[in-house]
């Protein structure tokens, strides 16, 4: 498997809070990916970080990568009801991109 | 900018029964295309690629074939469904270290 951890891991947080979502990866990247994937929808992208690259920023998200953990995370600042989603991480390999378990994220109006 | 239209949108079938799902995609020329499937609650697995019409690479076995009879088109097959096909099977267009693009899903039965 591409990654450390395989449980999906679930959050509930209230509107306004400050999250943070992590995932770690097994084998090399030169690139992590982020993607939300609301209910019964299509994954959509949020965020891409390189190696070379320590951090990330769009809007109210911020990335990280530390390639020497091979950890990422992704934050997510001043929350609302709208961010409940699934939160994956993703790395390449060969045409093939790996999807970590994901994060259920439940914010509370 | 490129538009994925996934059919159908959803599907009830026996087991046993023989599967056809499709993809066609809008707005992009010679697109990289991929299959992934969800199980409900779990993650999303890659089950193949192609990145051109006629060619088609296998990431996983789960008893189904991928074929692209066209530039803008991607489809998923199978003659006998198996309980274990039961999912979320998504179609996407893109480049894997970049960006990928999904389509809408087909939520998929088996019975």
């Known amino acids: 498997s591409q990654w450390g951890e395989e449980n999906l891991q679930a959050l509930s947080i209230q509107e306004g809070e400050d999250v943070t979502m992590n995932c770690s990866y097994k084998?090399?990247?030169?690139?992590v990916q982020w993607y939300r994937q609301k209910s019964g929808k299509g994954p959509a992208q949020l965020i891409l970080?390189?190696?070379?690259?320590r951090e990330k920023r769009s809007g109210r998200l911020r990335a990280t990568l530390d390639t020497s953990s091979q950890s990422s995370s992704l934050s997510i600042t001043g929350t609302l009801a709208t961010d409940t989603a699934v939160y994956f991480c993703?790395?390449?390999?060969?045409?093939?991109?790996?999807f970590g378990s994901g994060t259920k994220l439940t914010v509370e109006p | 900018a490129q538009t994925i239209h996934q059919w159908p949108v959803a599907e009830i079938k026996a087991v046993g029964s023989p599967l056809s799902l499709g993809c066609t995609i809008k707005?992009?020329?010679?697109?990289?295309l991929y299959w992934y499937w969800q199980a409900t609650g779990g993650t999303l697995q890659q089950l193949f690629y192609?990145?051109?019409?006629?060619?088609v690479e296998s990431v996983v076995q789960l008893n189904l074939s991928a074929s692209r009879p066209k530039d803008d088109q991607f489809i998923l097959s199978t003659e006998k469904l198996l309980l274990s096909h039961s999912g979320f099977y998504l179609c996407?267009?893109?480049?894997?270290?970049?960006?990928?693009?999904f389509g809408h899903g087909t939520k998929l039965s088996v019975l």
């Open positions: 084998t090399y990247t030169t690139v």
């Open positions: 192609s990145i051109t019409v006629g060619q």
């Open positions: 996407a267009s893109g480049t894997g270290d970049e960006r990928l693009f």
């Open positions: 970080i390189r190696s070379n690259e």
């Open positions: 993703a790395t390449t390999n060969y045409n093939v991109l790996y």
């Open positions: 707005g992009k020329s010679s697109p990289n």
